[in-house]
């Protein structure tokens, strides 16, 4: 957070070139097996067949991916059909993740630009602010959302004391509950990028347009949106691609009845459910989402880049 | 249409951004006043106490939360440490390296707990762990945390390298420093601010996680957020509010810190 890696008027040298692969082992050892070797793992995983109780038997199977997609009835002797149920917790996470970002880019679109018109004095002192409580424990952030939300909550106590409702408002275990909880754990992903956008805008272009006499409406959206359409593009993502496969939003303020990925897969390793290959399965899908999301993002960050400049 | 449009100052967003800061602070506060709650309940006010606090250090819970402390902060400081060492390592490299193939994917590597969902993450390593019969235990959690801690700890200190000129590391070799004298009698020293960040960022990330903690940490131990989390599934308590207050008062006081040396460096 604290700074980009690409900062402008970077001093990139070449003083320690003999020595940079030997600077760099310890952190490709490192990653290789603790990031990329697993990933792999996880990969062969799940194609392996499961063990009762967790763990795999070490022999091919396709099993985890056939019963993501298709249902085969109780025995598995029935023709497939499609089956719905962890499409539809995939699709639920999509749809709350989309929402969660629209949520964030509704409130957040304001304040970066609100921040980045500010004297340039103070401006760190205002992106600090909306950072610091990004700093703050996720788990700790979501149980103070889950504490001020619920039935007997303080937000609930205010509204009722300023009479704009007679009776509570349920707002634990909803979809809506879970799409608050998201937007607060990454509104800075929002915010940020955002703001890097519009400081980096020369105002003095929309100066121009309102001097030859362009109105209001034209400025903003013939000047001002496609210089700062990256940041906001990028700030959707980093927002939705977390809120994806979040797990503690959906869990503790979704309850059962609101699904999402995280759970899924959690539930495969940690709770009942107990199958390895169908939690690595529903992870690589999972991940595949991911990686197309910021796959086409980067091409067309790449393709922005040389027809803008 | 008298005044000219003033596309600084749109109406309407000075609003929205105090109300994204109240949506921001509200809960945090919300829980710390209701910490000094004195009342068994979460919902009824009887006034200011520690009492919640008391019952963190000496209550019936008090021995499993000291154990999560010492588990949580010193998992936290060797990862902070590791994975510091190893950032500013591989930040010389990729910032004073000159160009080179594997400069791109070395970048790739090193963002890729960035890039990887968490949940993803941590379903990798356990599945790893599990593979090559590793227990699940103390150091299952210290290595994935130095792992995903690498990338916290690059980005403020590729950032600080990017903004030093070289010419004073040229200037020693000049005179006669051996490179290894020029890295670490000129360049690091110079540094110091962007390991302080990076460290800072690290020990945070590491003190905070909960989900890959949560799955390669096996049976019988627990870091604060696993312990938070396992109590508060069975609803939100008292002490419980205790304990995030003093965490968060912690985060905040470790972020601000690293703010105001990044901030007072600026200036000299």
Same mark, same amino acid.
């Given at each position: ?5 690409? @900062? ?8 320690? =070139? ?34 009762? =109780? ?118 634990? $275990? ?22 890097? @956008? ?59 009845? $609101? ?12 709770? $009942? ?37 | 249409?008298?005044? &000219? ?45 520690? &009492? ?9 819970? *008090?021995?499993?939360?000291?154990? *999560?402390?010492?588990?949580? %902060? ?28 594997? &400069? ?23 599945? %790893? ?13 210290? !290595? ?30 000049? !005179?006669? *420093? ?6 670490? &009698? ?83």
């Amino acid at each position: 957070m604290a700074g980009g890696a690409a @900062s402008g008027g970077s001093a990139r040298t070449d003083t320690y =070139r003999e020595a940079r692969h030997w600077l760099l082992l310890p952190s490709w050892v490192v990653l290789i097996f603790l990031i990329l070797i697993p990933v792999l793992m996880m990969l062969v995983y799940s194609f392996l067949t499961k063990e009762f =109780r967790g763990g795999v038997i070490w022999e091919f199977s396709l099993d985890a991916y056939d019963q993501f997609f298709f249902n085969r009835g109780l025995f598995g002797d029935e023709p497939p059909s499609i089956e719905w149920t962890y499409i539809t917790i995939f699709w639920r996470s999509i749809w709350q993740a989309g929402a969660a970002t629209i949520l964030s880019l509704v409130i957040g679109f304001p304040t970066a630009y609100f921040i980045a018109t500010r004297p340039e004095k103070v401006r760190p002192m205002w992106v600090f602010l909306i950072t610091i409580p990004y700093w703050v424990n996720l788990l700790i952030r979501t149980v103070s959302m889950k504490f001020v939300l619920r039935d007997q909550g303080p937000l609930n106590d205010f509204l009722l004391w300023t009479g704009l409702i007679d009776s509570p408002l349920h707002i634990v $275990n909803t979809n809506f509950a879970v799409q608050l909880g998201l937007f607060y754990s990454y509104l800075p992903f929002m915010v940020l990028p955002i703001y890097a @956008s519009v400081e980096r805008y020369n105002f003095a272009l929309s100066e121009a347009a309102s001097d030859l006499y362009a109105g209001k409406w034209v400025t903003l959206r013939r000047i001002l949106l496609p210089a700062v359409k990256p940041g906001v593009i990028a700030g959707c993502i980093l927002v939705f691609v977390p809120s994806l496969g979040s797990f503690l939003a959906p869990d503790l303020l979704g309850g059962a009845k $609101n699904f999402m990925i995280g759970s899924l897969i959690e539930e495969q390793f940690k709770g $009942n459910a107990g199958n390895w290959p169908f939690g690595a399965a529903a992870s690589m899908i999972l991940l595949s989402m991911v990686l197309i999301i910021l796959i086409v993002f980067a091409r067309q960050q790449a393709r922005a880049e040389k027809g803008g400049a | 249409m008298g005044r &000219r449009f003033d596309i600084k100052h749109v109406p309407g967003f000075l609003p929205v951004t105090i109300l994204c800061l109240v949506v921001l602070y509200a809960p945090l506060l919300v829980v710390t006043i209701y910490s000094l709650n004195d009342s068994n309940s979460i919902t009824n006010w009887e006034g200011v106490s520690l &009492r919640w606090y008391a019952d963190v250090f000496t209550g019936p819970e *008090a021995e499993k939360f000291k154990l *999560a402390a010492w588990n949580s %902060f010193t998992i936290a400081i060797i990862a902070a440490t590791v994975s510091t060492s190893i950032a500013t390592l591989a930040a010389t490299a990729m910032v004073r390296g000159g160009r080179f193939r594997l &400069r791109t994917v070395s970048f790739g590597l090193i963002s890729m707990p960035l890039m990887v969902p968490e949940i993803v993450t941590a379903v990798a390593t356990l599945i %790893f762990f599990n593979s090559i019969g590793f227990t699940r235990g103390y150091s299952s959690i210290l !290595l994935a945390h130095i792992a995903f801690c690498i990338p916290f700890a690059y980005m403020p200190i590729a950032a600080r390298m990017q903004g030093i000129e070289d010419s004073y590391e040229q200037a020693a070799l000049d !005179l006669y *420093a051996t490179k290894r004298q020029a890295f670490t &009698r000129i360049l690091l020293p110079m540094m110091v601010p962007g390991i302080i960040s990076g460290y800072l960022l690290a020990f945070i990330i590491s003190l905070d996680d909960f989900i890959i903690t949560n799955f390669v940490k096996g049976a019988g131990i627990e870091t604060l957020p696993t312990a938070i989390f396992g109590s508060v599934k069975q609803g939100i308590k008292p002490n419980i509010m205790a304990i995030s207050t003093m965490l968060l008062a912690l985060s905040i006081l470790m972020v601000t810190i690293s703010y105001f040396v990044s901030k007072s460096d600026k200036k000299t």
